[in-house]
């Protein structure tokens, strides 16, 4: 079985740009859905709706994979999930380490999906010495002063930070030392990255944070359409709504660092 550090995701060299390339999972799992029920083939518009896209913007995403459906058929929904998975390294095994197995981390060691898509974990690991030998999710959680060894045991490129904030940029020193090239971190601060190594950072207090934000736009424009007022000028209303958006005009779920 081929691992993460000897192949890696073609998508780069392809030229498929980043926004598409993190709509690509959306895409799948809305198939993966579909081939649970035995559904043959989706439409266009039908798939899009699923992946909360619009249907413009998938197959111009699919042109990239050299996928354009069938006029009056659609898209074969087995194949899509072959091509996409192949696309996004998931016929590959990619052994990961999950750093700090605190609350986070240990809800992490337990999350089921990651086997399902193409990703093991190969280590636990923690810096209290309290933790060590104890089982997570079956597997015992190893003291970080053998990072660099498991990293190097298991052929490791991906690593997961969900330590606290001050200790992350440490880890992930250590870890990009050791050859982690890829590193998803879940610690409240920025980490800082030589070139090569990929960086997505998932911060549960800004998705909440924008949230709010929402929540109290919302709240204003009831308020006004209550008093009479009316609802926000339009040319108003989308300019901020467009200071949120990226430049595929979406707002991302994960932000990179």
């Known amino acids: 079985m081929a691992t993460g550090r000897t192949h890696r995701p073609a998508t780069r060299s392809r030229g498929i740009p980043e926004a598409t390339v993190a709509r690509l999972p959306l895409y799948l799992r809305a198939l993966t859905a579909l081939s649970e029920r035995s559904v043959p083939t989706v439409s266009s518009e039908e798939l899009a709706a699923a992946a909360g896209v619009n249907s413009a913007k998938l197959r111009k995403d699919f042109s990239y994979l050299g996928s354009y459906g069938t006029r009056g058929v659609g898209y074969d929904v087995e194949y899509l999930v072959y091509q996409i998975s192949r696309e996004l390294g998931l016929t590959q095994d990619w052994?990961?380490?999950?750093?700090?197995?605190?609350?986070?981390?240990?809800?992490?060691?337990?999350?089921?999906?990651f086997a399902s898509r193409g990703f093991r974990v190969a280590a636990l690991i923690d810096a209290d010495p309290a933790m060590a030998g104890k089982p997570v999710a079956g597997i015992p959680v190893q003291h970080s002063d053998e990072l660099e060894k498991i990293i190097e045991d298991?052929?490791?490129?991906?690593?997961?930070?969900?330590?606290?904030a001050g200790a992350a940029q440490p880890v992930c020193d250590r870890l990009v030392a050791a050859g982690v090239?890829?590193?998803?971190?879940?610690?409240?601060t920025v980490l800082t990255v030589p070139d090569g190594v990929d960086v997505r950072k998932v911060d549960l207090s800004i998705e909440l944070?924008?949230?709010?934000?929402?929540?109290?736009?919302?709240?204003?424009?009831?308020?006004?359409a209550s008093d009479g007022?009316?609802?926000?000028?339009?040319?108003?209303?989308?300019?901020?709504?467009?200071?949120?958006?990226?430049?595929?005009?979406?707002?991302?779920?994960?932000?990179?660092a």
């Not at 052994?95 to 999906?113: D, F, R």
């Not at 298991?154 to 606290?164: D, K």
């Not at 944070?209 to 006004?224: N, P, S, T, V, Y």
Request: hydrophobic content about 45%; overall charge negative; charged content about 15%.
């Open 95 to 113: 052994p990961v380490v999950i750093v700090g197995i605190g609350n986070l981390g240990a809800a992490l060691a337990n999350y089921g999906g």
């Open 154 to 164: 298991n052929g490791v490129s991906i690593g997961v930070i969900a330590t606290p």
């Open 181 to 188: 090239t890829s590193i998803l971190n879940f610690a409240p």
């Open 209 to 224: 944070q924008i949230l709010a934000f929402h929540e109290q736009r919302k709240a204003g424009e009831e308020a006004a």
């Open 229 to 256: 007022a009316g609802p926000v000028p339009a040319g108003r209303d989308s300019a901020a709504a467009s200071a949120d958006k990226g430049p595929d005009g979406d707002v991302p779920a994960v932000m990179p």
